[in-house]
């Protein structure tokens, strides 16, 4: 019965030192902020189209790699899909970055208006962030508003073309030139986009944009191929510490183009843990798979605790 005891006790001991070593979430002070969306217009005759990308971040310095979706957009305004334009979207469901980015809205033919759905976003220990909202307008194929025939042209029109924002992982101010994230746009209508325009370059004090050769410099309003957009690479200046930014455009295959959008690069002088969310460096990929993994501080103190316990029962014994 003694026995008994002492195993049951320390089995007690050794679970509860291998909840803390797990670094159970104290999710006090931890704020994640899920990002409000406003997609470009769409027309309500096209059929399911990209919508934009899903984003938040975090305060707790884990990364945001997960979004559930808490409400969708009404019946009578359209259906939200997966990337494949079949599968819809449910309440409740959660979605890697990777799912979401490809996530479809296909109007409701008719329908005039603004359609909307709720998301939050999710860190690797589970932590739900704040509510944000995506708006989706839609009009009519006969609104005056929809004027695609010309992009912006310099002359203010509307467009349906949407480039997209991007903040690259963090960089060493001491590394040569490297690949940076690949540009990206969508057209509301359906329509391809295969090229992006240049329209402004990071400060010289910051570093250089390179094509993917790593020595021919890009220019301003230089129009780069989609395949050479994602071959660029950035030469940041060493002992530059900072934001280096470069603004440009996407244009579809009708030559529409996008807004203009804003790449931005943080150099660094030493990398420490980033909170930015970006998919490069999350732990999990899939919300439902993730679990605790044990730090190097919790395994050392299980082990110091578990062995005292041990020593202490075998002194009692002789």
């Known amino acids: 019965m003694k026995i008994f005891k002492k195993s049951l006790l320390a089995m007690i001991l050794f679970s509860s030192t291998l909840l803390f070593a797990t670094g159970t979430t104290d999710t006090t002070g931890v704020t994640i902020t899920t990002d ?51 599968t819809k979207v449910e309440v409740n469901q959660n979605l890697t970055r990777d799912e979401t980015d490809g996530l479809k809205f296909d109007p409701k033919e ?46 203010g029109g509307s467009t349906s073309v949407i480039t997209d924002d991007k903040v690259n992982p963090k960089m060493l101010n001491t590394l ?29 004090q910051s570093g250089v944009l390179y094509m993917a050769d790593a020595t021919t410099a890009v220019t301003v309003n230089q129009n780069l191929t989609r395949d050479e957009a994602d071959g660029l690479k950035f030469d940041p200046a060493e002992g530059y510490v900072g934001d280096a ?22 150099v660094v002088s030493t990398l420490t843990p980033d909170n930015n969310g970006s998919a490069e460096d999350c732990v999990c990929e899939d919300y439902n798979e993730s679990i605790p993994v044990l730090n190097n501080f919790g395994i050392l103190l299980m082990m110091v605790i578990t062995s005292l316990f041990g020593l202490f029962f075998a002194r009692k014994e002789i």
């Open 36 to 86: 409000d969306k406003t997609n470009n217009e769409l027309v309500n005759s096209v059929d399911a189209t990209d919508i934009v990308d899903l984003s938040a971040s975090t305060t707790s310095g884990l990364h945001v790699c997960n979004f559930r979706i808490k409400s969708l957009p009404s019946p009578e305004s359209g259906v939200l899909y997966m990337a494949d334009g079949v």
């Open 110 to 155: 008719g329908f005039v208006g603004n359609s909307s759905f709720t998301y939050t976003g999710i860190d690797v220990n589970e932590n739900e962030g704040t509510l944000a909202t995506v708006t989706l307008p839609i009009i009519s194929e006969n609104s005056d508003n929809n004027d695609t025939t010309g992009g912006d042209g310099g002359n």
């Open 176 to 204: 040569p030139a490297v690949d940076i994230l690949n540009l990206s746009g969508k057209d509301a209508n359906g329509v391809a986009v295969d090229n992006f325009i240049i329209k402004s370059l990071p400060d010289a």
């Open 245 to 266: 930014q470069f603004n440009y455009e996407a244009v579809d295959v009708n030559g529409n183009l996008g807004n203009a959008a804003t790449v931005t690069i943080p």
